[in-house]
């Protein structure tokens, strides 16, 4: 391989896999024998077959839109898959130049690798995903969580990661690497190609050399270099000759290992990268045909996955510039990262400039506190950008968020488009923090020259420790910096207390051996001493800080590395030195009371174990009073509960309510953890116990205060006053000037005209609250707002209201100042004033004391259960009430109002409830704003239906005489009463199919016209809905013809036939007049089977069995078309699994069953074939047996042919429950039999019968010919 690329490591890379796996290659070898077996049976095929074309869905994730100074774009992209699409299918450009000696080996494969169009949400994509700048997926280990949480479903996606630096260890000329077929790789969702992005067909050097991707997607579909092994080895393909591994022909013809010529321009060679890849082999291509069989590999081709990735479709689609969007490093919950969206193929929005409106042109899913806001460029772009903060934004929070298109977007609707959704990963950061962590100590000296560590957070957490040579120091930091001596690659001695981050002088290391150094020959500062080293590190590509302490010897020949600290923020600098003891934060120190002001405490405070990795030790549910913590302070009425947020964070809550609750009760509350909560016990906390402060309020009710007068004049043209009620209530009157009066608010706002700075003069009885105009005082000196200027002259010689707002605990209340002012506006005071102390609720101007409204009492509630409504009733107390407020709540215990009635109501109807669901209630008075307190609460339960209603005819006249459905057949004659109960009697219906009706009346003289009507109960809640109503007012004199097609349902249920003298019968209840009424039983059902004439399928038996599951295989059947595979359930008998056109089926493991039992038939269009013999399967031993135990359900008939007396054999089945049909050629039922094991066929016509037997959950059908 070229100097320019290093080689690619996939023997090595997939070699750590199976060490680490021995399943993994186990299922190796196992598929190696499938794919000779796969090939053999290509080769023994005479006949020709329509070639079959692969298509397989990929994505492309970018790890960095710049590599090695190359643009990594979209359009790149797309063009090197084309040209890797070429090299597959032969239409590459050289393909025809081959070596002669090699042409008659060519071999292509009809496979398509396409962009996915869809992603694994549904939503638009280019198939190309850009991420943050990272490396190190090229490993075989290290990396697989982070692999797994970037990559697509593998089932459904190919996933290639384009990397700069495939090893993270400072090597920019890797060209690749990829994985063989592997279930465990596709289950943890980390099989994959890794390639470097420098190497892209528009970036390479050599557009020969970017042909290296084709080689990686070879080894993806199990391809072997041509060279493995060198002369003795084999790539397990027989018509690539061996080479010798040194790659020194190039793209010159020539000879190796045994004089063999060697395929130099073999695409799973190196000698072809150096500026001549052109070919696979046949042998290569049935290898890669067999790899798409692989459990690993079969799911991405199947047709059903094609839709749901969108590869073919070629319709309109949006696309995302941006699909991954990270938190900003403030990590306050925010994005700032814009997305551009276009349209492709022709379509347009509807706007080309503005924004789209929410509701009206899209919908989204985004975390609560973000707003999508897409604004519009062009008709045919938008840009998404985030406004707000998440409100939750840990990285426990990380979500993917949507937004779908609606018509009004989009000029013409959504006619046209593939897709209507885009959706977009959202990246949070976990809360930043100082972590120490005393590590096992790393030990170097001559004894043990080299021992690798790793850090516990970061894009690249591997370092080392190395005595290079005696008295020659070093730690291996994979291209990570170090705090070093200036213009050298000496590590500096860092003191307590130092602060490590951007300012400190950060040093990489170079190449091998020039890694950076403790100690040298000419460097011997750390002699004998210990200190610290700086470090730095990244965090999805963001830069952070830390440090190791490091002890070295007096004789510089050995160190130990004994713990490290590191700063999640990043550009943030930590400190040397810092404690290993866990900080315990408390985020709120301070609770206060409910606004409903009843003693409750709804807030709650977080305890975090902040440092140093300290963690609880347990990670959800509550932690025991008494067991792990104690407290003390909690009130009476309250309880503390600590709720585990993970397993370092407790949410302290309350529940009840406190039974004193004012001020004076304001409470201490002290938590202390126990040895039992903390992992490592509380010595490792800096402090054990943390205190909320409880805080609680005063009744709410409106004060009155006369305070002394506040007073600005001539004589004194300022005074300032604070009300103390709130926040901050600190004003001040002013006479800013003689006829220029003003008031001070400090930023507050006071009712005033609108559009001004004009304070109102408000009347008595004015209310003060959010629907006032407030207006607000000017930013600065001198446009405080103004109670009388030269313009503005409506307070001289007046007295009257000032309203203002005010804060309390950051809740707005209401109050007003009661002013007089002097004629000419000279001066004015302050007389007294009233506040509000209820949150949001108004005050009216001058009233100085609060409303009292008496509480309903005595509520009653009575449920009508045949009207599906509840009757409330109670005693009303209230002589100033303006209404009565009805409150209702459901299963989930959450009150609402759903009527506002006359304040003198006593009494309210709830209609419209649903059968079986409990109503709970509680009312209230109010008068105006002022509400009362609420009356007793009650509930009633409307009762489900527990029977069918009744129903009564007079058939004296008229009368069901015989009911044919389908196959089914009752001869009932003139029943008692008018209807009759045939329950006992099951109709088969078999849903989505026509099902033919045959309704015959009988009649006691002359025949009338009858009107018929079939009803269905599908939903079971013994109830006949019009919706369910399936024959509709047939009539005949006779016999009435109709037919219906069943909706799906399951299981069984009730059929009522309706027959009505004169008119369609519109109800399936009460009395219908003259006429019948039957009732049956109804199940949903299959069709008849087609009669049996193909051959058994033989030799059941596996083509390889694997951890992940097994293929199936017979031999195939003439004139079969397909083959259908059933496996035998416990629970539900023989369930069809799957088709097969050819002679396997690959079967997963399902679940955590290990043993399957499986039976194959043949089929064609119009025929089919007997069941097989069944084979059991075991996944954990690998093999296959019949079980010791036959536990197969199944039944037989003899003789067969029959003359006089067919007999029947039941293996597993019991006999008395057993349901035997038979039908004619015709479909028609000939006969239903129950506990019999023989019939007499004397009397049935000469020929082919097919018989059915069932139990419920056992279905067998046979062939029987009557002679």
């Known amino acids: 391989m070229s100097a320019q690329g290093l080689p690619c490591r996939t023997t090595e890379e997939n070699a750590k896999v199976y060490r680490a796996n021995p399943n993994s290659l186990q299922e190796k070898k196992d598929f190696d024998a499938f794919t000779k077996k796969f090939t053999l049976q290509r080769k023994s095929k005479t006949a020709k077959t329509e070639a079959v074309t692969y298509t397989i869905p990929v994505v492309f994730h970018i790890y960095g839109d710049v590599q090695s100074g190359k643009t990594i774009t979209y359009e790149k992209i797309v063009n090197h898959l084309a040209q890797l699409n070429d090299d597959f299918n032969g239409r590459n450009a050289d393909y025809q130049t081959v070596e002669p000696f090699f042409q008659p080996r060519r071999g292509t494969l009809n496979v398509e690798f396409k962009l996915a169009k869809k992603d694994p949400n549904g939503g638009c994509t280019t198939g190309v995903v850009f991420h943050p700048a990272k490396n190190g997926y090229g490993n075989g280990g290290g990396y697989d969580d982070q692999i797994a949480a970037d990559a697509w479903d593998n089932t459904k996606y190919m996933n290639v990661y384009i990397q700069n630096d495939l090893y993270n260890d400072g090597a920019l000329n890797n060209s690749g690497v990829a994985w063989y077929p592997n279930s465990d790789m596709t289950a943890s969702n980390t099989a994959r190609v890794v390639f470097n992005g420098a190497y892209l067909y528009d970036n390479s050097y050599s557009k020969e050399f970017s042909a290296t991707l084709t080689h990686e997607f070879g080894h993806f579909l199990n391809l072997i270099h041509t060279f493995e092994g060198g002369c003795t080895g084999t790539d397990e393909v027989s018509d690539t000759p061996a080479e010798d591994g040194l790659h020194t022909l190039a793209c010159t013809p020539g000879t190796n290992c045994s004089g063999d010529k060697v395929n130099f321009e073999n695409y799973m060679g190196y000698n072809g990268a150096q500026g001549c890849y052109k070919m696979y082999t046949q042998g290569q291509i049935d290898r890669m045909l067999a790899a798409l069989q692989h459990p690993a590999r079969i799911t991405l081709w199947q047709p059903q996955n094609l839709i749901d990735t969108g590869v073919n479709s070629t319709e309109s689609s949006l696309m995302a ?114 972590f120490f962590v ?117 004789n510089g020949d050995s160190f130990t590395i004994s713990e490290y600290a590191y700063n999640t923020q990043p550009n943030t600098p930590i400190y040397t ?69 993970g397993n370092n964070k407790a949410v302290v809550s309350f529940t009840g309510k406190a039974t004193a609750h004012i001020p004076a009760n304001d409470a201490a509350v ?11 016990g509380i010595s490792t906390l800096d402090n054990a116990s943390k205190t909320i402060n409880l805080k609680f309020d005063a009744p709410y009710g409106i004060f009155y205060v006369n305070n002394p007068d506040y007073v600005a004049s001539s004589a004194q043209t300022w005074q300032y006053f604070d009300l103390a009620i709130g926040d901050n209530t600190e004003y001040g009157v002013w006479q800013f000037a003689p006829g220029a009066l003003k008031m001070e608010t400090y930023g507050k706002r006071l009712v005033g005209q609108a559009g001004t700075r004009n304070i109102s003069l408000l009347t008595q009885g004015t209310s003060i609250g959010a629907s006032s105009n407030f207006v607000t005082p000017g930013a600065a000196y001198p446009d405080q707002l103004d109670l009388r200027t030269s313009s503005y002259t409506a307070w001289d010689n007046q007295t009257g209201y000032v309203g203002f707002e005010y804060k309390s605990r950051g809740r707005t209340c209401y109050g007003w100042m009661h002013v007089k002012v002097e004629a000419g506006g000279v001066g004015y005071t302050v007389l007294d004033f009233a506040y509000n102390t209820k949150p949001n609720e108004p005050i009216l101007a001058g009233n ?117 459905i389908g196959s089914f057949n009752n001869v009932s004659g003139k029943n008692t009463g008018g209807y009759a109960d045939y329950t006992s009697k099951t109709i088969t219906v078999s849903p989505s199919t026509p099902t033919n009706v045959s309704l015959t009346a009988g009649f006691s003289g002359d025949a009338y016209t009858e009107f018929w009507g079939i009803w269905i109960d599908y939903n079971k809640n ?50 219908i007049a003259d006429g019948e009424v039957e009732d049956y039983t109804v199940v949903s059902g299959t069709v008849i089977p087609n009669p049996v004439t193909l051959a058994t399928p033989s030799n059941i038996g596996n083509a390889g069995v694997y951890s992940t599951g097994f293929y199936a295989s017979w031999n195939t059947v003439s004139n079969a078309t397909s083959y259908e595979v059933q496996l035998n359930n416990a629970n539900t008998g023989w369930t069809t699994f799957g088709n097969s056109s050819t002679y396997y089926l690959w079967i997963p493991k399902q679940g955590t069953q290990t043993a399957y039992q499986f039976r194959v038939r043949a089929k064609n269009a119009s025929e089919f074939s007997d069941w097989s013999a069944p ?43 057993i349901k035997i049909t038979i039908y004619d050629h015709t479909g028609v039922v000939v006969a239903v039999l129950n506990n019999t094991v023989s019939y007499p066929v004397h009397q049935l016509r000469k020929g082919v019968y097919i018989v059915i037997a069932t139990d419920g959950s056992f279905s067998e059908s046979k062939k029987l010919l009557v002679k």
Not at 463 to 491: D, M, Q
Not at 670 to 680: L, Y
Not at 1032 to 1056: E, H, K, L, Y
Request: aromatic content about 10%; overall charge negative; charged content about 10%.
């Open 670 to 680: 002290i938590i202390t953890f126990k040895d039992a909560a903390i992992t490592g």
């Open 848 to 964: 100085q004391t609060s409303a009292t409204v008496l509480a309903p009492s005595n509520l009653t509630a009575t449920a009508n259960n045949s009207s599906l409504e509840v009757q409330l009733a109670w005693t009303n107390n209230a002589v100033n009430a303006t209404n009565i407020v009805v409150e209702r709540a459901g299963a989930d215990n959450v009150f609402a109002e759903i009527a506002t009635l006359a304040s003198t109501a006593v009494t309210y109807t709830n209609t419209g409830l649903t059968a079986g669901s409990t109503y709970k209630y509680k009312i209230r008075a109010k008068a105006n704003t002022v509400y009362s307190a609420y009356s007793n609460e009650v509930s009633a339960t409307i009762t489900a239906n527990s029977a069918y209603c009744t129903t009564q005819a007079d058939n004296k006249y008229e009368y069901i005489n015989s009911v044919t």
């Open 321 to 434: 510039s941006v699909t991954t969007l990270k938190e900003t490093v403030v990590n306050d919950g925010a994005f700032n990262t814009p997305s551009i969206i276009t349209l492709s193929g022709g379509k347009t929005f509807a706007l080309s400039s503005g924004t789209l409106s929410a509701g009206t042109h899209f919908t989204h899913a985004f975390p609560a506190g973000i707003t999508p806001i897409l604004t519009v460029n062009s008709n045919g772009q938008v840009t998404l950008t985030l406004s707000g903060k998440a409100l939750s934004h840990a990285a426990a929070q990380n979500a993917t968020a949507g937004i779908t298109f609606l018509p009004a977007a989009f000029t013409g609707g959504t006619t046209g488009l593939s897709c209507t959704s885009l959706f977009f990963n959202l990246k949070f950061t976990d809360p930043y923090g100082i």
């Open 438 to 554: 005393d590590m096992p100590d790393v030990n170097i000296s001559s004894s043990l020259t080299w021992k690798p560590f790793d850090i516990a957070k970061g894009d690249d957490t591997s370092f080392g420790g190395w005595r290079y040579a005696a008295n020659a120091l070093k730690i291996e930091t994979y291209a990570k910096k170090l705090v070093c001596e200036a213009g050298s690659r000496n590590i500096s001695l860092l003191g307590q207390n130092t602060a490590v981050g951007p300012a400190s002088n950060m040093t990489a290391p170079g190449a091998y051996p020039n890694q950076l150094d403790i100690r040298t020959s000419t460097y011997t500062a750390w002699e004998g001493k210990s200190g610290y080293v700086g470090f730095e590190y990244q965090i999805e590509g963001q830069t952070c800080y830390g440090w190791f302490k490091v002890n070295v010897a007096a």
């Open 577 to 645: 030195g810092m404690s290993n003891k866990t900080a315990v934060t408390l985020s709120e120190s301070i609770l206060y009371e409910a606004e409903a002001n009843d003693g409750g405490v709804t807030t709650t405070s977080l305890i975090s174990l902040s440092t140093n990795n300290g963690t609880f030790t347990k990670s959800s549910g509550s932690f025991t009073a008494g067991t792990d913590y104690t407290v003390s302070g909690v009130l009476a009425g309250l309880t503390a509960v600590l709720t585990l947020q």
């Open 1022 to 1071: 013994n109830i006949f809905e019009p919706s369910e109503k399936v024959i509709d007012g047939i009539s005949s004199n006779g016999t009435a013809t109709g037919s219906f097609t069943a909706a799906a349902f399951t299981g069984s249920t009730r059929m009522r036939i309706v027959m009505k003298y004169y008119s369609n019968p519109s109800s399936a209840c009460d009395n």
């Open 1175 to 1217: 084979l059991t399967i075991d996944l954990q031993n690998g093999n296959l047996g019949v079980a010791q135990v036959d536990f197969t359900k199944s039944f037989a008939m003899y003789p067969n042919p029959a003359t006089d007396v067919v007999n029947f054999e039941f293996s597993n089945l019991n006999a008395a429950n």
